[in-house]
C-alpha cells in the first residue's frame, strides 16, 4: 500500500485550512489520482507565520506524537512519501523514522528544498532554527531509502555530500496542474513583442534585482513584496492565486532569475538555481509561455534540450538576443513551450516517475 503525509489545519476535528503550497498541493493531488491513501497530520496553530520554526521542544515532542499515532497501522511492505522540508517541525521525528523502518516500511521523500542551502545561511536565521532545519534535514536524507530530487545538478550535490547515488531520482522540474486551462486563449496572449515576465516572490530579500531591471526592456510582474515605483518600462500586475495566474500571464518570455544582481545570479538564492528546479519554470511552461534562463543554472539544460526558451549570463544579454530572433524561431519555442506545458499540466512527470518506482 502507498501511503503518503498530508498535514493540515484542523479546528474541533474539521479541516479548516490547507498550508500546503502549490507544487505540494499538486504532488498530494497526483498522489490521490494514482490511489494513494492519506495519512493526515493536524498542523498545532501558533502565533505568528505558519511557517514559524519553534524553538520549544515541547512542541517538538507534541509534533512526534502526532506523527507516531499517524503512522501507527503501516505495515511491512507499505511505502509512506513525505514530502521535505515540513511545514511544521520536529527534530524527534528521527525516533518515527527510525521505527518506520524496522518494521519494513519504505520510506520516500520529495525534496521540495534543501534548507541547509536556501535558508540557513541567511543573517536572519537564528542559531536555533538554523540547527533544527539542519538536523531535520540530516535524518530525512539519511533514512529515506528513496529521494525524489530537482535534478542531475541536485543529485550531483547530494552524493558529494555523502548521499547514495541509488537513493536519488531526478524529476527534472515540476508538475503544475492548472484547472480549466484555454489553450486558444493562451496561444494569443503572449507574442514576441510583449514584455518580459517575471512572477513570484518580489520583497528585495530574495529578489532584489528586480529593482535593477535594463531600461531597454518591458517587463510586467507578477507576485507579493513588491515596492512600487514609477519606472516606465516596469508594469505591476498584482499578487494572484497560483492556479488563477497562468490565465493572467501576458509577455513573450517568462524569466527565471534569482538574487540581488543583473549581471548573474548572485548572493544565497542566486545560489540556489545552480541546484534546483524553481517552480516558476514550471509555472511558465505549463502556462506555454518560453523562457529565459541563467546559463549556470541547473535547468539550463533542461530548457536547451527540449528548445523551449533561452539562456543568457546577464539581464543585459537579452535584448540583443531577442532583437536578432527571427519569427520562426520564436514560434518554434513557444511550440515547445505549449508541448512540455501540456505534459507538466497532467501531472505526467511525476506519474512516471512513480511508476519507475514499480
Given at each position: 500500500m502507498n501511503y503518503f503525509i498530508k498535514e493540515q489545519f484542523y479546528s474541533k476535528g474539521r479541516t479548516f485550512k490547507s498550508?500546503?503550497?502549490?507544487?505540494?498541493l499538486d504532488i498530494e493531488n497526483i498522489f490521490l489520482r494514482e490511489q494513494f491513501e492519506p495519512i493526515k497530520i493536524e498542523i498545532i496553530p501558533r502565533k505568528g507565520n505558519m511557517n514559524y520554526i519553534s524553538t520549544s521542544l515541547k512542541n517538538h515532542f507534541q509534533v512526534m506524537l502526532l506523527w507516531r499515532t499517524a503512522v501507527h497501522n503501516i505495515e511491512r511492505g507499505d511505502r509512506l512519501f513525505i514530502q521535505f522540508p515540513l511545514q511544521q517541525h520536529s527534530i524527534f521525528l528521527d525516533f518515527v523514522l527510525k521505527k518506520l523502518i524496522r518494521r519494513g516500511v519504505e520510506i520516500i521523500t520529495v525534496i521540495h528544498d534543501l534548507e541547509s542551502i536556501r535558508v540557513i545561511k541567511r543573517d536572519d536565521i537564528s542559531f536555533f532554527k538554523s540547527y533544527i532545519l539542519k538536523k531535520e534535514e540530516f535524518f530525512f536524507l539519511k533514512w529515506s531509502s528513496k529521494l525524489i530530487v530537482h535534478n542531475d545538478a541536485m543529485k550531483s550535490f547530494l552524493i558529494k555530500k555523502g548521499i547514495s547515488s541509488s537513493k536519488l531520482i531526478p524529476l527534472q522540474i515540476f508538475d503544475y496542474l492548472i484547472p480549466d486551462y484555454d489553450t486558444q486563449i493562451m496561444?494569443?496572449?503572449?507574442?514576441?513583442m510583449q514584455p518580459i515576465i517575471i512572477a513570484g516572490t518580489l520583497r528585495p530579500h530574495k529578489a532584489d534585482y528586480v529593482y535593477h531591471?535594463?531600461?531597454?526592456?518591458?517587463?510586467?510582474?507578477?507576485?507579493?513584496?513588491?515596492?512600487?515605483?514609477d519606472l516606465p518600462n516596469i508594469s505591476y500586475k498584482g499578487v494572484f492565486r497560483p492556479n488563477e495566474l497562468p490565465n493572467l500571464l501576458e509577455g513573450s518570455f517568462g524569466l527565471v532569475w534569482d538574487g540581488d544582481d543583473i549581471k548573474t545570479c548572485a548572493g544565497i538564492y542566486g545560489e540556489y538555481l545552480k541546484i534546483n528546479s524553481p517552480h516558476k519554470l514550471s509555472?511558465?511552461?505549463?502556462?506555454?509561455?518560453?523562457v529565459i534562463v541563467w546559463k549556470e543554472a541547473a535547468v539550463?539544460?533542461?530548457?536547451?534540450l527540449n528548445n523551449c526558451g533561452f539562456a543568457v549570463n546577464s539581464l543585459l544579454e537579452i535584448k540583443s538576443k531577442i532583437d536578432v530572433m527571427s519569427d520562426e524561431e520564436y514560434t518554434g519555442m513557444k511550440k515547445n513551450a505549449r508541448n512540455v506545458g501540456r505534459l507538466l499540466r497532467s501531472g505526467l512527470l511525476l506519474k512516471e516517475l512513480l511508476n519507475q518506482l514499480g
Open positions: 498550508a500546503a503550497s502549490k507544487a505540494r496561444k494569443k496572449r503572449f507574442n514576441q531591471l535594463p531600461t531597454n526592456l518591458n517587463f510586467n510582474l507578477y507576485g507579493a513584496g513588491y515596492v512600487k515605483n509555472l511558465y511552461l505549463a502556462a506555454g509561455v518560453p539550463e539544460k533542461f530548457v536547451m
